[in-house]
């Protein structure tokens, strides 16, 4: 557990998911599903369980909530939502607001984090899940064998076994480490241990150019540190279109984010107060400095100490493996969330859990390959993204094309002064399927719905243009590019039809 638990907030996060008097539950005989893990994956599925009247264990070693609640989503988009702030101010003048100068305040803003953190705590905390009828254990828990799991009472030393129908890992996942010298634990931050910061570095080293350091450098950066990014990648997002992420490195570069690209790290050595990170790139040696260095090069599975092998649960590189209904080897065994290594997003471990509950309770037959799903970055601007890229028609089976709007030609947006960015549908070039998209605005999480539903529900790309939405949106971008759509069908013979049949009509 990675709290400061001198903190009023975090005594009162830590009361509510892993509480210091929690009682060991009297075991039932036998559960028809016992949960390791209580992550989104993990809670989703014991809630829905027992709400379903199934007798359900839930075990966690740790916070109940997960890295999402704890270290990840809901601490970081706090601290968002403070650079967020301080982005609108320093834009203020377009607005007719003159004052410039203010006084930010760094513990103020991870104050705020944790007390929000707190409040939003009771609904993951083991209270609320016995209420629900769930035996919550707070321990460590492996298999034991192909149907029963062990949990070791942390207080006592005591264990407890636990006999099961259908079991559920969903043991999140942790940050990876990098095997460079210097880089030993306790010279860097992860996210599990960025938000126990009371004092803002003047300067920081972000290692990696994926979304958790993207939005860590835009948040730091924003608040007054100067912000360097390390990364072996030739640009920064790579899994995002890279029209839209050269968007959100134009953004990052404004606010004063230095960017060391297609960069190895060699080594890491401390001189003063100062960490120094060493790189090489095309074979020339640089380095870059700082007074924090935050480590942000993806996310390890946590599938180590689980009794795997007593369960027959086999493992790859990604995770636990499962089939495409998230079962594993073992037939009595599923996966969700981070851990099985597909989607490592909060709402697909939500998806995935509700996905669980009806193939191993019931006889669902439920797959992943149906699923869709989206994500966001949440950067200024943000990137949201769902389904397929242009450039993946051999994964469609068929070729696909775009369509693309600047946001600057949508009246809401150049009237909220966010004209930067853009929205784009892919679709197939035959039958107009929608099979993605890609919005970059500074809402562009909350813009991504509608295009959400065309795409899982496999609309035709027209088919957009008759949502009739209020006026001023900017949501309305996504009825302009179903007209343009329109307008390209549109060719030269059958345009020349219609003028001569509206000729006849007149």
Not at 286 to 302: C, D, F, H, M, P
Not at 433 to 454: F, K, M, P, S
């Amino acid at each position: 557990m990675s709290l400061l638990l001198e903190n009023p907030w975090d005594q009162r996060l830590q009361q509510e998911v892993h509480p210091a008097a929690w009682p060991w539950p009297k075991s039932d005989e036998r559960y028809n599903l016992v949960v390791i893990g209580a992550g989104t994956a993990g809670l989703v599925a014991a809630a829905g369980a027992a709400g379903l009247g199934a007798k359900v264990a839930l075990v966690e070693r740790s916070l109940m909530g997960g890295d999402c609640l704890n270290y990840g989503c809901v601490p970081s988009k706090a601290l968002l939502r403070a650079a967020r702030a301080i982005h609108e101010h320093r834009r203020g003048r377009e607005f007719g607001l003159s004052h410039e100068d203010f006084v930010f305040d760094f513990p103020a803003v991870m104050d705020r984090m944790r007390r929000l953190r707190a409040e939003i705590a009771h609904h993951d905390g083991a209270q609320r899940f016995r209420d629900l009828g769930v035996d919550v254990y707070l321990g460590q828990g492996s298999f034991s064998g192909r149907d029963r799991v062990k949990v070791i009472d942390p207080k006592s030393g005591r264990e407890t076994e636990l006999r099961f129908t259908k079991a559920l890992v969903a043991t999140g996942a942790r940050p990876m480490a990098l095997p460079v010298p210097g880089l030993e634990s306790g010279t860097f931050l992860t996210n599990h241990d960025l938000f126990n910061l009371q004092q803002l570095p003047e300067s920081m080293v972000v290692v990696g150019a994926g979304p958790i350091g993207m939005e860590m450098a835009y948040a730091f950066a924003s608040f007054g540190s100067r912000v360097r990014v390390v990364s072996l990648d030739t640009r920064i997002l790579p899994r995002e279109d890279p029209e839209a992420a050269a968007v959100v490195h134009r953004a990052l570069e404004n606010l004063g984010v230095e960017f060391e690209l297609s960069a190895g790290l060699e080594k890491v050595e401390q001189v003063g107060q100062e960490k120094i990170v060493h790189f090489r790139r095309d074979g020339q040696l640089g380095s870059v400095q700082g007074r924090e260095i935050l480590l942000a090069v993806g996310r390890k599975a946590n599938v180590e100490d689980l009794g795997f092998e007593l369960a027959g649960v086999a493992v790859n590189r990604n995770g636990v493996q499962v089939d495409d209904r998230l079962q594993t080897s073992n037939p009595r065994v599923y996966a969700a969330g981070d851990v099985a290594g597909m989607w490592q997003f909060t709402h697909a471990a939500d998806a995935m859990a509700r996905m669980v509950l009806r193939n191993a309770l019931f006889f669902g037959r439920a797959k992943t390959s149906a699923l869709t799903i989206p994500w966001s970055t949440y950067t200024v601007p943000e990137i949201a993204h769902v389904g397929l890229y242009a450039s993946q028609s051999e994964q469609a089976g068929t070729e696909l094309t775009s369509l693309r709007m600047d946001l600057s030609e949508i009246d809401r947006a150049r009237l909220d002064g966010e004209g930067e960015g853009f929205a784009k549908v892919i679709f197939e070039k035959k039958s107009g399927r929608l099979r993605g998209a890609t919005v970059v605005a500074e809402h562009a999480g909350e813009l991504l719905g509608e295009a959400c539903l065309a795409v899982g529900r496999g609309m035709k790309v027209q088919s957009l243009s008759g949502v009739i939405h209020p006026y001023p949106t900017q949501v309305s971008i996504w009825s302009r590019l179903g007209d343009a759509s329109m307008r390209q069908k549109l060719t030269p013979r059958s345009a020349a039809l219609l003028k001569k049949l509206l000729q006849w009509r007149r």
